[in-house]
C-alpha cells in the first residue's frame, strides 16, 4: 500500500532525503572501531531516556542485552564480509523497533527505526 499521491515520480522528493537528518522515528549511533560512541541522532534522549556521551562505550549505554550482544556480534571482523546490513527485531521499554547495523567508513552504524503497531 502507498501513500496517496506518493509515486515514484515524486518519492526522491521525501524529507529521508535531506542529508544528515534522520526520521524522527528513527535513533541513530556510531561507534568507533574500540565500540566507543562517537555520534548520534538529537533525538536519542527523547526516544531511549538517557543522554548519550561522546567515547561512551557501546555497553553503558542502557540498551538491553540482546542488542548490544548483537551489535557485539555485528561489529566482530568477518561478521559481515560483504558489508550488508545486519538486522534485529527487538523490544526497547516496551516499544518495537527495527535495529539495522552496518558499517561505513570504519565505523559501525546501529539504526533504531520505531514500529508504529
Do not use: K
Amino acid at each position: 500500500m502507498t501513500a496517496p499521491g506518493v509515486n515514484l515520480d515524486n518519492c526522491a522528493d521525501e524529507p529521508i532525503h535531506i542529508p544528515g537528518s534522520v526520521q524522527s522515528h528513527g535513533v541513530l549511533f556510531a561507534f568507533d572501531a574500540g565500540g566507543r560512541l562517537c555520534a548520534w541522532s538529537a533525538n536519542a534522549r527523547q526516544e531511549f531516556g538517557f543522554a548519550p556521551e561522546r567515547n561512551q562505550p557501546m555497553g553503558s549505554l542502557g540498551l538491553p542485552e540482546v542488542v548490544l550482544d548483537f551489535l557485539g556480534g555485528a561489529t566482530r571482523p568477518g561478521s559481515a564480509p560483504d558489508g550488508s546490513p545486519q538486522l534485529l527485531e527487538v523490544d526497547i521499554e516496551g516499544r518495537d523497533y527495527d535495529l539495522v547495523v552496518h558499517g561505513f567508513d570504519g565505523r559501525t552504524i546501529a539504526e533504531f527505526e520505531r514500529r508504529e503497531i
